[in-house]
C-alpha cells in the first residue's frame, strides 16, 4: 500500500495534462512508479498478496481499473499492456462476485464512467460562454480521425488548386495554339507567295525559297512541341491545328520533291537532294509522331482532368459532410452542457430541500428527547423531593418522641432529686425548662406543617404546569390531525382532478374518434356525389344520343332528383355532426381549460400544504423550546426547595442533636 501512494501522482498528471509534448515523460514516470509497485506484489494469484482479496486490493486496484482504461482512452497510454501482471489483477478483481454485484447494480460500465472523468481530461477548461469544455478531453481514435479527416481535406484543397491552375494553363495552351494555327497560315501564304515568284526567277532564287522553308518547317515543329506541352485542348481546336500542321508538311514534302527533281534535272548533286529529301522525310515522320504523341497526351489529360474532377467533387461532398458532423456534434456538445447544468441545479435544489427537511426531523427528534428527558428529571426531582419531605417528617416526629421521652426521664430525674433533696426552686426550674423545650416542639411541629403545605402547594402548581403541558400537547395534535385531514382532502381532491383529466382525455379520444368519422362520411358522400355527377353527365350525353327515350330520360331525372335530394340530406346530417363535433371540441377546449385551472390549484394548494407544514413544524418548535424553558424553570425550582429542605432538616437534626446531649449532661 505504501509503494502504490507514489502513483496516484503520475497517472492523474498524464490524464490533466493539455500539453501533447508532455505525455511521453509523464508516461515515463508513471512507468517507473508502477514497475516499483509491481516487484512488490506476490506470484502466488492473481491478486495483491496470497490467494484472497485483502486490504491492499481494496485500496489500489480499483483506482488503477479505473484510471487504467481512462489513460487508455484520453491519452493513448495502456498501463496493462506495459506491466501484464497489473492486467492480471484487474481481472481477478473484475471476476469477483462483489464487485460484479456493485456494478450490477448501479448501472456502471467503462463507458458511462468515461464522461464523469471528462472534466479531468479537459483540466476543467471550458469555452467563454461556459457550455462546451476546450481541453484535450476527446478520444485518441477520434482525435486521430479527426486530424486524418483534416488532412484529406487540405489535400482535397491543394488538389482543386492545382485542378485550377492546370485549367488556366490549358486555357493559355488554347490561346497558344489559336495564335499557331494563324501563324502557320500565314506562313503558308508567304511560302506559296515564294514559291511562285521563285518559279519564275532562277535556280537559285529556288534554292533560296526551299532554305526559307526549312526554318519554317522547324518553327512548325517546335509550335507542336508547344501544343503537346498542354493537352487540355478541345478536340476541335486539336484537329485543326493537327489538320494545318499536316498539310503544311505535306506541301513542303510535295514541293521539297519537286524542288529536288527540278535540281537533279538542272544537273545538281543528287546526293545533297536526297539528304534534304530524307530530312524533309525525317521531319514529316516527326510531325506524325508529334500528333499520335499529342492525341495521347490529349486522351491522358482529358482522363486525369475528369479524374481530378471527381475527386475534388468527392472530397468537396466529404468536407461538406465533415463540417456537418462537426457542428451537429457541437450541437449536441452544448445541449448535453446544457442538460448537465440543469441536472445539477436541479439535483442540488433536492439536497437543499432534503437538507432542509433532515435538519427540521432532526430538530423536532432532539425536542422531544429533551422534553422526554426534562419529563423524566421532573419526575425523579419529585419522587426525591417526597422522599425528603417524608423522611424529614419521620426525622422531625423521631426527635420529638426522644424529646419526650427525654423529658420524662428528666422529670423521673427532678423527682427523685425532689424527693431527695426537697429542693422546691430546682424543680421550678427544671419545669419551666421542660416548658420551653415544649413550645420549641410545638414550633418544630408548627414549621413541619408549614413545609408540609408549601410541598403540597408546589405538588399542585407543579400538576397543574403538568396538565397544561398536555393541554398543549393536545392542541398540537389536533393541529396535526386538521394538517393530516387538509392533506387527505387534498390528495382526494388531486385524485379527482386526475380522473376528471382521465376522462377529458377519454372524451378527446371520442370527438377525434367521432371527427375521423366525419371525415369518411364526407370522403364517401364526395365519392357518391363525384359518382352522380358522372352518372349525370353520362345521362345527358344519352340525352344528346338519343333523343327517342326521353322517358326512361324523364324517370332516370326523378332517380336523380331523389337522389339528389337524399344527397342534401345527408349532407345536412354531416353538417349537423360537424356542428356537434365543434361543440364537443369546445367542451373539450373548456375540459382542456378546467384542468389546467385545477392543476394549477393543485399546485396553489400544494404549495400552501407545504407552508402548512413548514408553519406547523415552527409552531411545534416554538411550543417544544417553551415547554423546555418552562421545565428548565420547574427544575431549577425544585433544586432550590430540595436544597432548602435538606439544610433546613440538617440543621434541625443537629440542633436536636445539640439538645439531647445537654439534657443527657445535665
Known sequence: MKMFSPVVIPIVQLLKNQDPGKDAQLAEQLSACLEKFVLRLGTESGFCVGSVCTLADVHAVPFLWRFGFLVKHFRGYD????????????KSFEEMPEFQAVMKREGLTKEKLIPMYALYANDSRWS?????????????????????????????????????????????????????????????RSFDAEQEVSTKGEGKGKLKGKKAACPNVHLDTRVAEDVIVFPGLSDEELGKVIASLLASRLVLLVRGAFHAWQHACNGEDPE???????????????????????????????????????????????????????????????????????????????????????????????LSRRERASR?????????????????????????????????????????????????????????????????????RQQLD???????????????????????????????????????????????????LAAGKAEVSEAAKLRQQLDETASQAAAEAAALRADLAAGKAEAVAASTKSDELREECRALKSDASHLRQQIEDLEAQAAKA????????????????????????????????VAVAEASVALLLKRERTLRHMVATLLATQLEQFLRGVWESWRSCCEGVAVSVE
Open 79 to 90: 498501463i496493462f499492456q506495459a506491466h501484464p501482471r497489473l492486467a492480471l489483477l484487474a
Open 128 to 188: 467563454e460562454d461556459g457550455t462546451v469544455m476546450v481541453g484535450r478531453g476527446k478520444s485518441t481514435s477520434r482525435a486521430s480521425s479527426e486530424a486524418r479527416e483534416a488532412s484529406e481535406a487540405k489535400k482535397a484543397s491543394q488538389e482543386s488548386r492545382r485542378l485550377a491552375a492546370e485549367a488556366a494553363a490549358a486555357a493559355s495552351a488554347a490561346e497558344t495554339a489559336k495564335a499557331a494555327e494563324v501563324s502557320a497560315a500565314a506562313r503558308l
Open 272 to 366: 545533297k537532294a536526297a539528304e534534304e529529301l530524307g530530312a524533309l522525310r525525317r521531319q514529316v515522320s516527326d510531325a506524325a509522331a508529334a500528333k499520335v504523341t499529342a492525341v495521347a497526351a490529349r486522351e491522358e489529360g482529358q482522363a486525369a482532368l475528369q479524374s481530378s474532377q471527381a475527386l475534388a467533387e468527392q472530397l468537396s461532398v466529404s468536407v461538406d459532410d465533415l463540417q456537418k458532423k462537426v457542428a451537429a456534434l457541437e450541437a449536441e456538445a452544448r445541449q448535453a452542457a446544457q442538460l448537465r447544468i440543469e441536472l445539477q441545479k436541479a439535483e442540488e435544489e433536492a439536497r437543499e430541500v432534503k437538507a432542509s427537511q433532515r435538519d427540521l426531523r432532526c430538530t423536532a427528534a432532539m
Open 376 to 444: 423524566t428529571v421532573i419526575a425523579s426531582l419529585m419522587a426525591s423531593h417526597m422522599e425528603l419531605m417524608l423522611q424529614g417528617t419521620f426525622c422531625a416526629w423521631r426527635d420529638a418522641l426522644a424529646g419526650n421521652q427525654q423529658a420524662e426521664a428528666a422529670a423521673k430525674l427532678q423527682l427523685a432529686f425532689d424527693g431527695s433533696k426537697g429542693d422546691l426552686e430546682t424543680q421550678a426550674l427544671e419545669l419551666a425548662k421542660l416548658q420551653k423545650e415544649v413550645s420549641e416542639a410545638a414550633k418544630l
Open 450 to 500: 408549614e413545609t408540609a403545605i408549601q410541598a403540597a402547594a408546589e405538588a399542585g402548581a407543579l400538576r397543574a404546569e403538568l396538565a397544561a403541558g398536555k393541554a398543549e400537547d393536545s392542541e398540537a395534535a389536533k393541529l396535526r390531525q386538521q394538517l393530516d385531514e387538509t392533506a387527505s382532502q387534498a390528495a382526494a381532491e388531486a385524485a379527482a382532478l386526475r380522473a376528471d
Open 582 to 613: 365543434s361543440v364537443v371540441t369546445e367542451e373539450l377546449a373548456q375540459a382542456r381549460t378546467e384542468a389546467a385551472s385545477r392543476s394549477t390549484q393543485d399546485a396553489r394548494q400544494e404549495a400552501s400544504r407545504q407552508a402548512c407544514q
